[in-house]
């Protein structure tokens, strides 16, 4: 059974840094995608990053490009999601996905809000 937790969820100063974790079980770790995606209040969920492990690729939207940062560490099957120099338009609930097996490329995973699987979400508040 494929399972995604996130965890990391909390409050921060504009400026400040976050790190969230995924935790994958249930599926191979070497022919999938994964990836967050957020939903602020009042807004539609959207793509923020998207890994593609076969061929390494990565997908960032473009507004997010130089203050997220998406690793995997296979050893813990653990996904992460560093955001840093956060600002208050970041708040919102982030939802790690996976697209097992990978079907998708990054970017189409992230721009189509593709995945077969979804953790539950879990709240960043960025406020001062």
């Known amino acids: 059974q494929v399972q995604l937790v996130e965890s990391g969820e909390g409050l921060v100063q504009p400026g400040g840094s976050l790190r969230l974790s995924c935790a994958a079980s249930?599926?191979?770790?070497?022919?999938?995608?994964i990836g967050w995606f957020r939903q602020a209040p009042g807004k539609e969920r959207e793509g923020v990053s998207c890994f593609r492990n076969n061929d390494r690729s990565t997908y960032y939207a473009d507004s997010l490009k130089g203050r997220f940062t998406i690793s995997r560490e296979n050893a813990n099957h653990t996904v992460y999601l560093q955001m840093n120099n956060l600002k208050p338009e970041d708040t919102g609930v982030y939802y790690c996905a996976a697209d097992f097996p990978a079907r998708l490329t990054a970017r189409a995973m992230c721009v189509m809000l593709g995945g077969d699987y979804w953790g539950q979400g879990i709240q960043v508040t960025v406020s001062s």
């Open positions: 249930g599926f191979s770790l070497d022919y999938y995608v």
